[in-house]
T-cell receptor, first 112, second 112 residues
Framework: ELKVEQNPLFLSMQEGKNYTIYCNYS?????LYWYRQDPGKSLESLFV?????AVKQEGRLMASLDTKARLSTLHITAAVHDLSATYFC????????????FGTGTRLKVLA | EAQVTQNPRYLITVTGKKLTVTCSQN?????MSWYRQDPGLGLRQIYY???????DKGDVPEGYKVSRKEKRNFPLILESPSPNQTSLYFC???????????FGPGTRLLVL
């Protein structure tokens, strides 16, 4: 059974600091997705990582995928308050179906 | 405007009273899916559909039914709701399986 674990679950950080969110998954997969959810809102797509070594960047966020280590990271550079949200990673089930397993999410709070 | 819509957005019901939550997308997407979000558990997939008349179980299908008679619609049916189905429900769609998903605004359900 595929398991997807994120850590930390909660992260409170000062503006201007850097930090990394980790997403580990338990079976082989060559794709991983990152989503953002603002409080009380729906989810929006941040990144799609489609192969080993894939790196995507958007503003202060950079995501990478290491399929051999079964690990993805979401790095935050010089955090700003607007990045406060919950971040989810999601991995497709390895059985070849299009069933997705989401991590439990990382709630990020950036303090001014 | 490209979007996924859900109705109703909020619903309070009683145990055993059948209900349907509708989901519609106007992007001609083949793939549609339902998730529930519960505190501390992230998102869990209920059912998904690869195309019209093609549906499959997600991680937590018990107590739910779906149908996909038209490409744009993917209703979620709770034949006999129970309190443990109190949750926030999201519908999502994507061009095809394996592509990034676009989420609806969510339906908050309370079963008394």
């Amino acid at each position: 059974e595929l398991k997807v674990e994120q850590n930390p679950l909660f992260l409170s950080m000062q503006e201007g600091k850097n930090y990394t969110i980790y997403c580990n998954y338990s079976t082989t997969s060559d794709r991983l997705y990152w989503y953002r959810q603002d409080p009380g809102k729906s989810l929006e797509s941040l990144f799609v990582l489609l192969s080993n070594g894939a790196v995507k960047q958007e503003g202060r966020l950079m995501a990478s995928l290491d399929t051999k280590a079964r690990l993805s990271t979401l790095h935050i550079t010089a955090a700003v308050h607007d990045l406060s949200a919950t971040y989810f990673c999601a991995v497709p089930d390895s059985s070849g179906t299009y069933k997705y397993i989401f991590g439990t999410g990382t709630r990020l709070k950036v303090l001014a | 405007e490209a979007q996924v819509t859900q109705n109703p957005r909020y619903l309070i019901t009683v145990t055993g009273k059948k209900l349907t939550v509708t989901c519609s997308q106007n992007m001609n997407h083949e793939y549609m899916s339902w998730y529930r979000q519960d505190p501390g558990l992230g998102l869990r997939q209920i059912y998904y559909s690869m195309n019209v008349e093609v549906t499959d179980k997600g991680d937590v299908p018990e107590g739910y039914k779906v149908s996909r008679k038209e490409k744009r619609n993917f209703p979620l049916i709770l034949e006999s709701p129970s309190p443990n189905q109190t949750s926030l429900y999201f519908c999502a769609s994507s061009v095809a399986g394996g592509r990034t998903q676009y989420f609806g605004p969510g339906t908050r359900l309370l079963v008394l």
